[in-house]
């Protein structure tokens, strides 16, 4: 089997190499550099690798954790060295099983792209070609045809490939959408060992108000400081709105980080409209030898960090697909895409100001969620299903068992305690 790949983000990237067990593959990039790059503007913001995605890039590359540490990336226990907030209030320190990768984005690329097993193309996709209902390859902008017996849009959020079926008479797929108008602005510190008290990694939700963020340790002792308000309430760009920003937020340590620390750069923006799926899943017409990946068909609101993930179990179900009807896979991916979906529309429906339908079992639902989240501050056993739920490591009806249901439902398990201290967790 023939494939083209087209984008060489990190679905692209692992799609290519998983298919090239299964014969010659070319990998299309229009912008190959490695490093933030032009082709990946989110690449400059904080990404956290889900443990859910790391595990699954790790079984199609074994090594790929350990290349990332030689690269000076770091690792932490998600709920240890990391201190993760919701409604202002630390969760509990404890033990998760999880290993959180930390480390930029373009490392994380960086890495991959070394490890990948494809002809690279660099050039620009402007097309598919059909003939009698299949995909029979890829357009180039400079006019050639790259021959393929499979083609993948892994071209990111700005896939034209909408346009381009419509193009050629084939539908359009629905789009589902809740927007969300978010911001990020992010900079980036130099790392003393004495910063954060000697930890690595301080996420702030923004739940429940607008304004969050993150202070990551990443490779080169630096701290990747990225700021993010939802709903138009985005951070500023210039030093002392930055400072301030961070100041605001409803918990100390990213605001002290920023006061303290030494800026290496200039914040720079993002703005992110709100989440997107495309379904493919549902388009009876779609072309035979056509899949779509990443964020081309599902591109999430970034706060969840799924992302990467989501795109890592697309590529795991491609992994093991049977190689006939592309339907199927493209209906894989709809369903993967489909869980995700629920968890982090659900969250930001959650705000009354973000348009979508809440249907009455979804919002006695949320409450739930809701007191899972403030249990968590005090309740170790609560805060590690909940954060193993997040991490896409457990499914989120572990949060409805019986041993968590009562723990949760306890009457008075919801006064909150605060642990701003560094706890110590066992390995
Ligand atoms: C601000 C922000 C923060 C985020 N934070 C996180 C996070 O913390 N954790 C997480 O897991 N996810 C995060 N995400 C999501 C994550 O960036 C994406 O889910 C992930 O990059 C998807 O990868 P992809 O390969 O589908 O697309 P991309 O990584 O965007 O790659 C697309 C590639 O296609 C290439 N390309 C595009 N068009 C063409 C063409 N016509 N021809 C040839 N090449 C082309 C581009 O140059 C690029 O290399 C974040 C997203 C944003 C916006």
Redesign the pocket.
Known sequence: MRSVV???????LLAAHVLAERGPVTL????PAGGARR??P?GR??????DR?RRIAEQIHPGFTADLLAAGALTAEPLARTRWFLHGRRLHPTATGLTSVLAS?PLIEDVLRHRTLAELHV????GVELDAGRVRGVRLADGSMLPADLVVD???????LPDQLAELGVARPREDRVDVDLG?ATRTYRRRPHDLGGDLNALVSTVPRSRGGGAMAVEGERWLVTLAGILGDHPPLDDAGFRAFAASLPTGPIGDLVAAAEPLDEPVP?R?RGSRHRRYDLLRCLPEGLLV????VC?LN?LY???????AQQVEALRTWDGRRTRELNRSVGRLCAAAWEIATRADLGLPEVAGSRPLPARVLDGYVTRVQRVAHADPVVARALIRVANLADPSTVLLTPPILRRVLRPGADATVAHEERVEVPA
């Open positions: 087209v984008g060489g983000g990190f679905a692209g299309v990039e229009r912008d082709g990946v989110q913001h904080l990404h956290g690798l889900l995605g984005r050039g620009t996709a402007s892994a071209s990111g959020r700005a896939s034209r990020y993002y992110f990946l990443g964020d081309a591109s970034p960090a799924q992302g990467m993930t989501l795109a």
